[in-house]
């Protein structure tokens, strides 16, 4: 009964090749994001989507491409992967979506994808 | 920058005593929250506390908010074992369609 899960829980890989992490949620909430996790733990946004529809890009390579095939999923490819893509990537989810409702409301968060590139 | 600024950085204290960490943030805010990240795992939520508030409690948290000072602190009384942890400031600043967390304090509670 897991809230938000995201597989694999460990991703180890060469430079150059190309990887996907799945991310899904069963909270029935409409919004959901990937966050990467650094080696010192500042967590910076990435993505995130509202009921399959891209709303936040930051300024992530396009090496990194979200795909939502339907509300309850996010899931996150990367391409030629390099050595600097090393880290915790989390996916998590919450019920409103940013700037529509007066505050915005907790996010719910995966155990987290340690991506090692070597 | 929009991101928050938690101190300390690292805490150590014995069972039983309390902690204290505190987050400066620099824009104006919607609310601010509080995770906690045990290691290995995602963040888990804590506590929010809106714009128009100054204290809120939960259990053995006490979270304030000085909108003035662009600061709030989280206080986790009686402290035990099983709360070591990283705790992260979040916040959700006016304007903006994102909730931006700070670096956060990496607590470690002895027994």
């Known amino acids: 009964d897991t809230a938000v899960s995201q597989t694999p829980k460990y991703l180890v890989t060469q430079m150059g090749n190309d990887k996907s992490i799945k991310c899904e949620q069963n909270l029935g909430h409409d919004t959901m994001y990937w966050y990467k996790q650094d080696s010192k733990k500042f967590l910076k946004i990435m993505f995130s989507?509202?009921?399959?529809?891209?709303?936040i890009n930051e300024t992530v390579p396009n090496r990194f491409s979200p795909k939502s095939p339907d509300k309850a999923h996010l899931n996150l490819h990367i391409n030629s992967l390099e050595l600097g893509d090393s880290a915790v990537y989390f996916c998590?989810?919450?019920?409103?979506?940013?700037?529509?409702?007066?505050?915005?409301?907790?996010?719910?968060f995966g155990n987290g994808t340690r991506l090692t590139v070597t | 920058s929009q991101q928050g600024e938690e101190d300390p950085q690292a805490l150590s204290i014995q069972e039983g005593e309390n902690a204290t960490m505190n987050c400066s943030y620099k824009?104006?805010?919607?609310?601010l929250q509080w995770y906690r990240q045990n290691s290995g795992r995602g963040l888990v939520h804590l506590i929010l506390?809106?714009?128009?508030?100054r204290e809120k409690h939960s259990g053995r948290l006490r979270v304030t908010l000085d909108t003035s000072k662009k600061s709030s602190s989280l206080l986790i009384t009686a402290s035990r074992a099983a709360d070591t942890a990283s705790y992260f400031c979040?916040?959700?600043?006016?304007?903006?369609?994102?909730?931006?967390f700070g670096a956060g304090t990496i607590l470690r509670v002895k027994s």
């Open positions: 979040a916040t959700d600043h006016l304007y903006g369609n994102k909730l931006v």
């Open positions: 989507y509202n009921n399959k529809e891209l709303i």
């Open positions: 824009t104006s805010i919607n609310n």
């Open positions: 506390i809106r714009s128009n508030e």
């Open positions: 998590a989810s919450s019920q409103d979506v940013w700037g529509v409702s007066s505050y915005n409301s907790p996010l719910h």
